[in-house]
């Protein structure tokens, strides 16, 4: 059974590229995140989208960010320009929404690399 | 002042050893509680809920205490594989949305 996924798994790219990150979130599941995660800021919840609608995009750090859901298997976090500090692990979960929590499932996450 | 805070260690222990980690929140709205654990370049996994009457899974127990926003986890008889950042993390709000602390990283030597 197939759990997150994400692509790619490392991307190197230059200062002002438009980077694209990708996510496929388990079936089945209605509620998806997108997280960055660093050394100085640790795990840091960017936006999450419950039943492809975006709920909460607090944490998107700016307007460079951006994410998308159009289906329930795809979603997509889009930086443009990319900036050096920018470089993170992007993690992807998603889990199914309830009444209780529910364990969310976390993609094994984008490398990404600005230089 | 971080919402979850988290000393990073890292702890050092030898096998067999009980080691503790602690964990302090700050908003008090806060609904669930949880430890996550991350190996070295992958992605965070639950290790267990907290509930308030305080909960184990094998030689893991965790404890939560509403009234000083206090989580604790303990772990007994260590292990090599038990090596990784332990994760303490808060949710709040209908989406459960998660806050995570920074990660205390406890190394386990033979």
């Known amino acids: 059974d197939a759990g997150v996924i994400q692509s790619p798994r490392h991307e190197v790219t230059e200062m002002g590229q438009e980077v694209t990150l990708r996510c496929k979130p388990i079936?089945?599941?209605?509620?998806l995140f997108w997280y960055r995660q660093t050394m100085m800021r640790g795990l840091e919840l960017l936006i999450y989208?419950?039943?492809?609608?975006?709920?909460?995009d607090s944490g998107m750090p700016e307007d460079r960010f951006s994410a998308k859901m159009p289906n329930a298997s795809f979603s997509t976090l889009k930086i443009q320009p990319s900036e050096p500090r920018d470089s993170a692990v992007y993690f992807c979960?998603?889990?199914?929404?309830?009444?209780?929590?529910?364990?969310?499932?976390f993609g094994p996450g984008t490398r990404l690399t600005v230089l | 002042r971080k919402e979850v805070e988290q000393d990073p260690g890292p702890f050092n222990v030898p096998e067999g050893a009980t080691v503790a980690f602690n964990c302090t929140y700050s908003n008090s709205a806060s609904q669930s509680f949880f430890w996550y654990r991350q190996d070295c370049r992958k992605e965070p996994k639950l290790l267990m809920s907290?509930?308030?009457s305080g909960n184990e899974d094998g030689r893991f127990t965790a404890q939560l205490n509403r009234a000083s926003q206090y989580i604790s986890l303990l772990i007994r008889d260590s292990k090599l594989s038990d090596s990784a950042t332990y994760l303490c993390?808060?949710?709040?709000?209908?989406?459960?949305?998660?806050?995570f602390g920074g990660g205390t990283r406890l190394m386990v030597k033979p």
């Open positions: 907290v509930y308030s």
């Open positions: 989208f419950n039943n492809n609608v975006p709920i909460d």
């Open positions: 979960a998603s889990t199914v929404a309830g009444g209780h929590y529910n364990e969310q499932f």
């Open positions: 079936s089945g599941h209605n509620s």
């Open positions: 993390v808060v949710a709040r709000g209908a989406g459960n949305m998660l806050t």
